[in-house]
């Protein structure tokens, strides 16, 4: 086994798409806009919160978590807004430069109308980098 730091972990849960709390979940994000709706249990008569998450469902999630790649090596940076046909989408929640794809990648809670395979830039350092909105994982798990 080789050791391995807090960066190396971050890494590979943003390349297995893993939201984590104060980036992709906090107060201000719903288990819907993070793609948690499995999570619930939708079989029970009741749950804290039921009603709340039934009129969200009911009317979509104002934003969706998805998956950005960029079209370099230049890492994709956490509150890095993202726009999409020069208005702005969402912003990135977490990102980092992935070492299997060898591209900047990010997640970012975004407006849900974007498909996966359309274009956008991200806004990084007062330069706008190109990226594309992909599926969830970067990475696929190896059976």
Do not use: C
């Amino acid at each position: 086994m080789t050791p391995a730091g807090l960066g190396a972990r971050d890494t590979l849960r943003l390349e297995a798409g893993l939201p984590l709390y104060g980036h992709e979940l906090s107060l201000t994000s719903t288990t819907l806009e993070a793609g948690l709706g499995w999570v619930l249990g939708w079989n029970k008569p009741t749950f804290r919160g039921r009603a709340a998450v039934e009129r969200e469902r009911a009317s979509g999630p104002r934003r969706r978590l998805a998956g950005l790649v960029s079209a370099g090596r230049q890492p994709l940076r956490e509150g890095a807004e993202v726009l999409a046909g020069g208005r702005p989408v969402g912003f990135l929640s977490s990102g980092n430069y992935s070492p299997v794809l060898e591209r900047g990648i990010g997640m970012g809670l975004l407006t849900p109308g974007l498909a996966v395979g359309e274009p956008v830039t991200v806004a990084l350092r007062g330069r706008e980098v190109p990226a594309d909105v992909v599926a969830l994982p970067f990475v696929a798990k190896e059976s």
